[in-house]
């Protein structure tokens, strides 16, 4: 990263790295890539544990558990107790017990969404639910999609866990939540409540978890629409790295800035 970027994007931070209690920090990008781990995400973990630092990885994902999640961390060389794991599908589930305590859902997604949704007290049905809820899966299937539009038509509110338009796969991208809502929302005109990044609610109920203040967390992301956006909003230090979708030159096309750019997580760990 050249140092014109780290003075000029400094110049715009909300001060100095001290006083950070707390870290969330997003996955994809930023720890892993393509089931490699990436430089230093390793030695950053390890020192959030050493110093009792309370943490959260932070993942769209929503195909996935947490141990599952955690499973793919390790084969990676990373180790994350699957606790310190908060996913779209769990902010999901957080939000609408919220909402609605032991409310009823027709759930378009794979474990990851209807573990969460079980853990929250909701009924799962396709007979009159208060929610569609409509999250990633590998497989999405049409009479799927047209119960949804048609559960929606009759009064059912619609959810979906976060708005990426497409997902990672080795043979190229695959069409995600994002596009599928779209489709849903072409046919029902109905838009989805999105809870997943760059919605700052998915940040805040990972602080509620852990018990941690806006003004003492940071958080840690590669993407300015999403993780640095919503780290803003919802009052946080945000720190972006250049490990993942965002790159230096980038930076100056947003209305906003990260308190710090840096090349890798690797370089956050003195801060600690």
Same mark, same amino acid.
């Given at each position: 990263?050249?140092?014109?970027?780290?003075?000029?994007?400094?110049?715009?931070? %909300?001060?100095?790295?001290?006083?950070?209690?707390?870290?969330?920090t997003d996955m994809d990008g930023v720890l892993v890539h393509e089931e490699r781990a990436l430089p230093g995400a390793a030695e950053f973990l390890q020192r959030l544990t050493d110093t009792g630092r309370r943490f959260l990885v932070l993942t769209n994902n929503s195909i996935f558990t947490p141990r599952d999640l955690a499973a793919r961390l390790a084969r990676s060389g990373i180790t994350v107790?699957?606790?310190?794991?908060?996913?779209?599908?769990?902010?999901?589930a957080d939000f609408l017990a919220r909402q609605m305590p032991r409310g009823s859902a027709y759930v378009?997604?794979?474990?990851?969404?209807?573990?969460?949704?079980?853990?929250?007290?909701?009924?799962?049905?396709?007979?009159?639910p208060d929610y569609v809820v409509l999250g990633e899966?590998?497989?999405?299937?049409?009479?799927?999609?047209?119960?949804?539009?048609?559960?929606?038509e009759g009064g059912a509110r619609? /959810?979906?866990?976060?708005?990426?338009?497409t997902g990672p796969?080795?043979?190229?991208?695959?069409?995600?939540?994002?596009?599928?809502?779209?489709? /849903?929302?072409?046919?029902?005109?109905?838009?989805?409540?999105?809870?997943?990044?760059? %919605?700052?609610?998915?940040?805040?109920?990972?602080? %509620?978890r852990i018990a941690a203040h806006s003004e003492t967390t940071a958080m840690v992301g590669d993407r300015m629409d999403t993780d640095v956006v919503a780290g803003i909003e919802a009052g946080l230090r945000t720190f972006l790295v250049l490990t993942g979708s965002t790159r230096a030159e980038q930076v100056e096309r947003y209305p906003f800035r990260p308190h710090r750019v840096v090349d890798s997580v690797g370089d956050l760990v003195p801060l600690v």
């Open positions: 990263m050249s140092d014109d970027v780290d003075e000029d994007v400094a110049a715009g931070g %909300n001060g100095g790295d001290d006083g950070i209690e707390c870290w969330l107790p699957e606790e310190a794991i908060w996913t779209s599908a769990m902010a999901t378009i997604g794979e474990s990851g969404l209807t573990t969460a949704l079980h853990e929250a007290g909701f009924i799962l049905t396709d007979t009159s899966t590998r497989t999405y299937s049409f009479e799927a999609i047209t119960r949804a539009i048609r559960l929606i619609f /959810i979906a866990t976060n708005p990426d338009a796969s080795a043979e190229g991208p695959l069409p995600a939540t994002g596009s599928v809502a779209a489709l /849903i929302t072409r046919a029902t005109r109905a838009e989805p409540y999105f809870v997943g990044k760059p %919605n700052p609610m998915m940040f805040r109920s990972a602080m %509620n």
